[in-house]
């Protein structure tokens, strides 16, 4: 945008004064100390404001007052109208900006002031040019001032570009760091994990073992009590026999005994003649015969009696052994479910982190292929501003020489070894090694093509740029700013006198101002 009006209120040295620029060349002329520069300055005041650092500490307004405005009108297709305020109250001040009547708040501003003029660090560098900068751009050692205008020129911020690649650098190396220690702690846990796994199988197989054991005991404790009662009524049973034949063998004793009560009341009764001891012998003899029996099937059934109560007590004993075998392998079973659940917990807790063990490790196989691409598109952006700045240089020397050409002058600039020289008589001058008027002169043209390539505004402010320059020098400026001007951009310049050339320009003396105000 170009500016139409400015109006100052209490800003420095000034009262009340309003100026009128056409939108080719205005030049503001004055002796010393007319505010030459003031006006200059207040344009700036006027967009960025206490922005720009020489505004925070020095005092602005007018000695014995306490408030100051700028109000600016700027055009192309549209209008902008800027009002900026500055008042002192005590120890504290009030800055109010207003554009176009409307109270916007401070990201609003700033957006409306950044796209129409470009940030404060562009108007610095290039729009706004005091007395001493007229030989930044051209200085080797301002690499970094020249890199910032070349990627400006096509509204590409390589330097934002390039630090936010470095923090997402930063905040992936960072995180990637975080996995890589996480993955560490996780690697142990894995390793615990292995161990708890074989140790978990292993006393699960150690208590299906002993679960086998004492299934086995149980059941043959319970075929020792099944023996051991089967045993008992056996003896039971023999026993009932051994008190049946203990019964018949007294029976039988008694007939004996009666046998031969029967042989003495016979001998007594001299019955011999009947021939009776015969018989009775027969019959005794066959009673102690089945006595002798009974006897010997009782001797029989006791020594089963005894082979089964000593079978019976080794079973006891074999049965107390394996109660205390089923006890202890009950324990064990009991101690080892408490463990056995300990290691399923842990091991169900650890398993679980298993699923967190193959996120992190697929987190940081992506942020190792996240940091190539990074790296990748670092690279590309490096090569990229590299390139975009070698053609933004060779389209500044090549509009320079057209301009150059233009006004007749001797010599065509050209870029060597990183910055710029000169092409005189088929050999290369560096700058630096020009007078101070001739570095003046070719800065002045590098800024004024650097304009004319931008995008960023329409106008552009000189201040003195002729100190130290010859008449031809000034007319040969003067004839770029034609030149400049007539591609519909707006120059404002300062200057001691009006300078007497065929270049026509629109003059504000301020001493005229001044004295009529």
């Excluded at 056409?22 to 004055?30: Q, S």
């Excluded at 003029?117 to 562009?122: E, L, N, Q």
């Excluded at 699960?204 to 009662?229: A, D, G, H, M, P």
Aim: overall charge positive; some cysteine.
């Amino acid at each position: 945008m170009k500016i139409k009006t400015l109006t100052l209120n209490n800003f420095k040295k000034f009262d009340n004064i309003s100026i009128n620029f056409t939108d080719n060349i205005n030049c503001i002329i004055g002796s010393n100390g007319s505010g030459k520069t003031t006006i200059l300055e207040s344009i700036a005041f006027c967009l960025y404001g206490d922005l720009i650092d020489e505004f925070r500490n020095l005092p602005l307004h007018r000695v014995g007052t306490t408030k100051l405005s700028v109000n600016g009108m700027f055009h192309n297709s549209n209008k902008l109208q800027i009002n900026r305020t500055y008042s002192i109250e005590g120890d504290s001040y009030n800055h109010d900006l207003i554009i176009n009547g409307a109270t916007l708040n401070a990201h609003e501003k700033n957006n409306i002031i950044r796209n129409n003029f470009g940030d404060i660090k562009w108007f610095d560098y290039l729009i706004s040019v005091n007395q001493f900068s007229h030989i930044e751009f051209i200085d080797v050692a301002n690499r970094s001032y020249r890199q910032f205008i070349l990627n400006n020129l096509v509204n590409i911020n390589f330097e934002y570009i390039k630090n936010n690649l470095k923090t997402l650098e930063r905040k992936f190396k960072i995180e990637g760091n975080n996995n890589i220690s996480k993955f560490i702690s996780y690697e142990r846990e894995v390793l615990k994990f292995n161990l708890i796994k074989n140790r978990l199988s292993e006393v699960k197989n150690n208590q299906n073992i002993i679960k086998e054991e004492l299934k086995n005991s149980r059941f043959n404790y319970t075929n020792l009590i099944n023996n051991v009662t089967k045993n008992k009524n056996n003896i039971g049973e023999m026993q009932l026999d051994i008190n049946r034949l203990h019964d018949i063998n007294d029976a039988l004793n008694n007939i004996i005994n009666n046998i031969e009560v029967y042989n003495d009341i016979v001998n007594e009764s001299n019955l011999k003649e009947y021939d009776f001891d015969k018989e009775i012998d027969d019959v005794s003899l066959y009673i102690k015969n089945k006595i002798l029996k009974i006897n010997s099937l009782l001797k029989n059934k006791q020594n089963k009696i005894n082979d089964l109560k000593l079978e019976i007590n080794e079973m006891e004993e074999y049965k107390a052994e394996l109660s205390n075998i089923i006890k202890i392998n009950e324990l064990k079973i009991n101690e080892n479910r408490y463990y056995l659940d300990n290691l399923e917990s842990e091991y169900e807790t650890l398993n679980k982190k298993q699923n967190d063990f193959i996120k992190i490790k697929s987190e940081i196989d992506n942020n190792n292929k996240t940091m190539r691409k990074i790296s990748d598109i670092s690279d590309l952006t490096q090569k990229a501003e590299n390139k975009l700045i070698k053609n933004h240089i060779f389209n500044i020397i090549t509009e320079s020489n057209k301009i150059l050409k233009k006004i007749h002058y001797k010599y065509k600039l050209i870029y060597n070894n990183n910055h710029l020289s000169l092409l005189l008589d088929n050999g290369i001058v560096n700058i630096h090694g020009l007078s101070a008027g001739e570095m003046i002169f070719i800065n002045i043209l590098i800024r004024c093509i650097l304009y004319k390539l931008s995008i960023k505004s329409n106008f552009i402010m000189f201040d003195d740029p002729f100190a130290r320059l010859d008449q031809d020098k000034i007319k040969d400026i003067l004839k770029i700013f034609d030149i400049i001007s007539n591609k519909k951009m707006q120059i404002i310049f300062t200057s001691l006198k009006e300078i007497q050339d065929d270049v026509k320009y629109n003059v504000i003396n301020l001493d005229t101002i001044n004295k009529n105000p």
